[in-house]
């Protein structure tokens, strides 16, 4: 028999297993001793509006019968090796559910990766970090898994009209992922536990004969009469497909500037720009769960979305918060020597002693008059100018510019810095500085509207560390709507974050699968 639930628990009752079975019993006004039962949570959300933290839980009970799977379905993977083949270029997540959507439909992927896999990729972090050498196809943003791999695995979405969310979470936990992300409102997997699910996506890849290239970069592409034929790496290898799925991810310049070379139709985009702010996780935890020491053995660390609208000379902008890390750390995510971005990530128990966040302004392209004269490279060569600016702020190294909060609004350089979990080292400056003056005047702007909004939040037990700028591709690549084909350039698919079509990980996927479908079912004769 199986019985259902909707529950308002306690931190202590929804999230201690034990707690959680006998509330359950309680509940369906069984025995605490009864036999033969199990209780699970299908959906978990909490609920801290009010002085006392609640935990919202979907809830199912079996009495003398075997709980079914969360799983819905389990993807098969037939042999695909003498299949006709198509090339994908990137593997992150819009490259590789594009690769095994292609196997589940028949088609052999070709999956060309600039960067190195997953566990060797590790060594070109620490390079960063420790002696701030940046390889440009191995970093934070370019290897095994995408710039997703070494982040915090947030897997919300709001995007549902490319795909299907459920299917992807069960793809996932197919391959390795714990099913807590089937349950959890906002759910996320960790960057100590990624790098592992992503080689389980890579091997399925390759057991049903599919191939994956390492160290691949594609450096020119085949087009003859307004198709694709395929690409030529930088070995001066030509590889041929029926079409070529491109996701590269959002920080791909040389991809955007040869496409541009050939006369291939892409578009400047809007995006966004700004700092990292980073609080301890203590304080967060104290205004988001109105506790008065720290949040108690059952929460998880909080987490917080904020915007603001600000308007400088006469212009609205919308200015938020961005990829926020509870728990998390700051990491160097520049893609080229001479530049310095920073990124948030999360290890799966979110325990780091500090909380960050993506503090960011939308930039419009009527924001960059002076950057015109570039065409649609216009938002590019202004974010990677704002990221050379950061650079020679924190001594031409991957130390990072800092300034407490307070000072930040208020313009004086900090007298001193608050410690960091960014290992490469912060060095105080006046970030006005490094930012334009409407980017920064709306975060002075939205600090002390955000300071309004969560008691506490505005104060200099904070700082900004620059610059934030990879938040979204600044150029899209145009496709039609229905086909997902480039509008000028037939058989080429392009697909995710650095086209232009995802924000996270979960739309990056949904989206490779979509593209796979697409080009698969237009070009492939059955």
Not at 24 to 29: N, P, Q, R, T
Not at 116 to 125: E, F, G, N, Q
Not at 443 to 459: H, V, W
Not at 462 to 487: A, K, M, N, Y
Request: net charge neutral; aromatic share 6%; glycine share 8%.
């Amino acid at each position: 028999m199986k019985k259902e639930f909707t529950l308002q628990l306690s931190p202590e009752q929804a999230y201690d297993p034990l707690v959680f079975q006998e509330t359950v019993l309680k509940k369906a006004g069984l025995p605490l001793d009864s036999k033969d039962v199990i209780a699970r949570q299908v959906k978990r959300s909490i609920d801290a509006r009010g002085r006392q933290v609640r935990v919202n839980v979907q809830a199912e009970l079996f009495i003398k019968e075997q709980a079914p799977s969360l799983l819905n379905n389990s993807p098969s993977y037939s042999n695909v090796s003498n299949s006709d083949q198509i090339i994908i270029v990137g593997a992150g997540p819009a490259g590789l559910f594009a690769a095994l959507r292609a196997i589940e439909l028949g088609v052999k992927p070709i999956v060309l990766e600039r960067g190195k896999d997953v566990r060797a990729r590790r060594r070109d972090l620490a390079a960063i970090t420790k002696d701030h050498i940046v390889n440009p196809d191995s970093n934070y943003c370019f290897g095994e898994g995408g710039a997703g791999t070494y982040s915090d695995g947030k897997l919300y979405t709001r995007s549902k009209k490319r795909g299907d969310i459920r299917r992807i979470m069960e793809i996932l936990v197919a391959h390795g992922a714990t099913e807590e992300i089937l349950v959890d409102a906002h759910p996320h997997i960790g960057t100590n536990k990624l790098p592992k699910l992503v080689a389980e996506l890579r091997q399925s890849i390759l057991d049903a004969g599919g191939e994956i290239h390492f160290d691949c970069r594609v450096d020119d592409l085949v087009i003859e009469a307004d198709e694709i034929k395929g690409v030529i790496t930088q070995h001066g290898e030509t590889i041929k497909g029926l079409g070529v799925i491109l996701a590269t991810g959002h920080s791909a310049r040389d991809i955007f500037q040869l496409l541009h070379q050939k006369r291939v139709l892409i578009e400047a985009k809007p995006f966004a720009l700004g700092v990292r702010i980073e609080h301890s996780q203590n304080l967060i935890d104290r205004i988001q769960y109105h506790c008065q020491v720290d949040r108690g053995p059952y929460l998880p660390a909080s987490a917080y979305s904020l915007v603001s609208q600000t308007e400088f000379k006469g212009k609205q902008r919308g200015v938020f918060s961005f990829c926020m890390c509870p728990g998390g750390y700051i990491v160097p995510a520049a893609t080229s020597p001479g530049e310095l971005v920073v990124n948030g990530m999360s290890p799966s128990r979110r325990d780091s002693k500090f909380a960050n966040s993506g503090i960011v302004v939308s930039v419009e392209l009527e924001d960059l008059p002076q950057y015109q004269k570039h065409g649609p490279l216009a938002a590019m060569y202004f974010q990677e100018e704002i990221e050379k600016k950061a650079w020679k702020a924190g001594g031409e190294t991957q130390v990072a510019p800092a300034q407490r909060m307070v000072d930040f609004v208020e313009n004086r350089v900090s007298t001193s810095l608050l410690d960091t979990s960014y290992q490469p080292g912060l060095q105080a400056v006046e970030m006005r500085d490094v930012l334009p003056d409407f980017i920064s005047a709306r975060l002075a702007m939205a600090f002390k509207s955000f300071g309004q909004k969560m008691k506490g939040y505005y104060t200099n037990e904070s700082q900004l560390i620059g610059v934030e700028s990879r938040t979204s591709s600044p150029v899209r690549i145009p496709r039609d709507r229905e086909s997902f084909e480039h509008l000028e350039l037939k058989r080429l698919y392009p697909c995710g974050e650095g086209a232009g079509y995802a924000g996270g990980i979960v739309s990056a996927a949904m989206d490779g699968e979509r593209c796979a479908e697409k080009l698969i079912a237009a070009y492939v004769k059955r």
